[in-house]
């Protein structure tokens, strides 16, 4: 049977709402978590803990042996998405969750360009259209002259460009290893990467914080699990949609839970940028292409 034949659209759409919950959560928690930490070493806590959750591959990580072309692709990785968390978890602390949410639907987007420009990916006019679609809903939540635009969403555009490029390197990684490989040694490399700037500006964490970035880990690792269980049940053209939910519940956290303003021209914004995500992904599905553009879920902390 061919994987479409094997498609399980519901299960499918289950694992993308479960996915979606986790990493609100992980939003919730770090915004709980608030800026007493710097951003740099909360999220190099956060990758310090979840290597707990590399423990059961331990054996298996020892004895791989790779080359240098492949050392240099994970280093490129570790350096961006270093970056890409950095940003990330600076943006949490200073701008309402719903705006990090919308903002980092961008990532797929600037995976599409990254792929054109840099893999050589045909840009049909079609995509094109889409990408043009995408930006005119980022310029719809930041809304530049109508509203503030803080270092908060300036943090965001550029952790949605280097989540973009840490997902294209995790793409050509993934043609020369494991994908269990692969998502071992990002968690090395951001670790070991984080690890000069996180030290150099340190603050002691409280039993409190520690607990509270153990959560972020766990459900980030679980979230990612349970993505995959996703992908492996339906085609992306039918779980892509369905991230579109994680802004609703958002909004929903940030409003009930921390007392920020629900503003409609967010929701807009995000409707827009998913539905040209999912215009992508669906043209990619229809015209049995490699995919290349990713989940909105894939380019996440």
């Keep these: 049977m061919t994987s479409e034949q094997n498609a399980r659209p519901g299960w499918g759409i289950f694992w993308m709402v479960v996915t979606g919950l986790q990493f609100v959560g992980v939003t919730a928690l770090v915004k709980l ?64 969750i719903a705006d990090v949410t919308a903002m980092n639907y961008l990532s797929p987007i600037y995976v599409t360009l990254g792929a054109a420009i840099f893999l050589g990916e045909k840009l ?33 555009i550029f ?11 995790a793409k050509m990684l993934s043609e020369r290893c494991s994908p269990g490989l692969v998502v071992a040694m990002l968690s090395i490399t951001v670790t ?27 459900l980030a690792t679980g979230g990612h699990y349970t993505m995959t269980l996703a992908f492996r049940a339906a085609p992306l053209a039918i779980t892509q949609p369905v991230s579109f939910l994680q802004l609703v519940w958002a909004v929903a956290l940030g ?28 043209r990619e599905a229809v015209l049995k292409r490699r995919a290349v553009t990713p989940a909105v879920t894939e380019t996440k902390v």
């Design 33 to 96: 978590l608030g800026t007493r930490i710097p951003a740099p070493e909360a999220a190099f806590l956060r990758y310090v803990l979840g290597l707990v959750f590399l423990i059961p591959i331990l054996g298996t990580l020892s004895r791989v042996r790779l080359d240098r072309g492949t050392l240099g692709l994970f280093a490129a990785r570790g350096v961006a998405h270093s970056l890409g968390v950095g940003l990330w978890f600076f943006a949490m602390a200073r701008i309402p």
């Design 255 to 282: 409003l009930v839970v921390f007392g920020e303003p629900f503003d409609p021209w967010v929701i807009l914004g995000g409707m827009v940028i998913v539905g040209a995500v999912s215009f992508i992904s669906w």
């Design 159 to 169: 952790t949605a460009i280097v989540f973009g490029a840490s997902y294209l390197l």
């Design 192 to 218: 070991i990467g984080l690890a000069p700037v996180a030290l150099a500006n340190w603050v002691t964490p409280t039993s409190y914080e520690l607990l509270v970035l153990f959560g972020v880990a766990a």
């Design 124 to 156: 049909a006019l079609r995509r094109v259209l889409a990408i043009f679609v995408a930006l005119i809903g980022a310029l719809i939540i930041l809304r530049p002259g109508f509203r503030e635009v803080g270092p908060g969403h300036l943090a965001m």
